[in-house]
Nanobody, 121 residues
């Protein structure tokens, strides 16, 4: 069993910053790519940023230059630093990871439960 747990969401004013954290726990042998997705009310889930186990990153055009994804492989965590937030960044943010389990070396795609980010005055 592998779990991803997000934290760090909340209410922030436009132009402000938040840092989201996602911690993986359970029977983990290795974590490959990790990512942050988001889903705004009434919209489909969209990819925000990805990071490989080696640290290569990619971002959605809408967040380039404002968001930064990083990871700590020793602690099985991934972070999303969000700066210059806009009202259109309001969404539930989900952590996602490709995990090889320790017990049977199966590959699992794991999702967190989501954390709400609201950008508003």
């Amino acid at each position: 069993q592998v779990q991803l747990v997000e934290s760090g969401g909340g209410l922030v004013q436009p132009g402000g910053s938040l840092r989201l954290s996602c911690a993986a726990s359970g029977s983990i042998f290795r974590i490959h790519d990790m990512a942050w997705y988001r889903q705004a009310p009434g919209k489909e889930r969209e990819l925000v940023a990805t990071i490989t186990s080696g640290g290569s990153t990619n971002y959605a055009d809408s967040v380039k230059g404002r968001f930064s994804i990083s990871r700590d492989n020793a602690r099985n965590t991934v972070l999303l630093q969000m700066n210059s937030l806009k009202p259109e960044d309001t969404a539930v943010y989900y952590c996602n990871g490709g995990v090889v389990t320790r017990d049977n070396y199966n590959y699992l795609e794991v999702w967190g439960q989501g954390t709400l980010v609201t950008v508003s005055f």
